[in-house]
């Protein structure tokens, strides 16, 4: 009895020690990410910030995603973005840009790694939040983009949302009038698929 008491207090501290070691999360991506079209408090980042708040973490949420965004554009800005104080762990949500304007896969893969290592060299973790190309620019672009995510994420060890707008994307109630950008209800799905994501971390 004794000696199961024990165990349960060392792995309530464990937790403990884990979600308090995490203070900021960084969203790092595009207009899917930066609330688009929404009144600012219908914000992906407040919304995200109140989820994981009733869920039972303290954590803050940053706003580092910029509308328009390429990988390329996210390039750019990540030594900036991620100089920023107590930054734990990076949601990095970039390419739907690139692909809805056609740059090379291999590009891409290239700007997205190179803002990993980026947060890697500042001890910053990563979810990355994958996105999925239609058939527009060909079969073979979409292997390539597709493929993108998920061989980073194996090859840098990074936990994966295979598709950012799961459950969203295509369902136009979901989505702003534009058919792209989600709108109220689409946020909080997003938030919820990133609230399981970031407990999940946190719990591994």
């Not at 390429?70 to 762990?89: K, Y």
Request: with cysteine.
């Amino acid at each position: 009895m004794i000696k199961r008491f024990i165990i349960k207090i060392i792995a309530v501290c464990l937790v403990s020690i884990n979600v308090n070691a995490l203070e900021n999360v960084i969203l790092f991506g595009d207009s899917l990410m930066a609330g688009y079209g929404l009144p600012q408090e219908k914000h992906l980042a407040i919304v995200l910030q109140n989820n994981l708040n009733d869920s039972g973490y303290d954590l803050g949420i940053i706003d580092g995603s910029v509308s328009g965004s390429t990988s390329a554009g996210g390039l750019n800005r990540v030594e900036w973005s991620l100089s920023q104080p107590n930054i734990d762990l990076m949601i990095l949500g970039l390419g739907a840009n690139d692909m809805l304007r056609g740059i090379s896969p291999i590009e891409t893969e290239k700007n997205l790694e190179k803002i990993i290592q980026t947060a890697k060299l500042k001890n910053i973790e990563i979810i990355l939040a994958g996105m999925i190309a239609p058939t527009t620019h060909g079969i073979s672009y979409k292997k390539k983009f597709d493929n993108i995510y998920p061989s980073l994420a194996q090859k840098y060890e990074l936990n994966l949302i295979p598709f950012l707008l799961e459950g969203v994307a295509l369902k136009p109630e979901l989505n702003q009038e534009d058919g792209m950008h989600p709108n109220e209800k689409g946020t909080i799905i997003i938030s919820d698929t990133l609230t399981k994501s970031i407990i999940n971390f946190i719990k591994k």
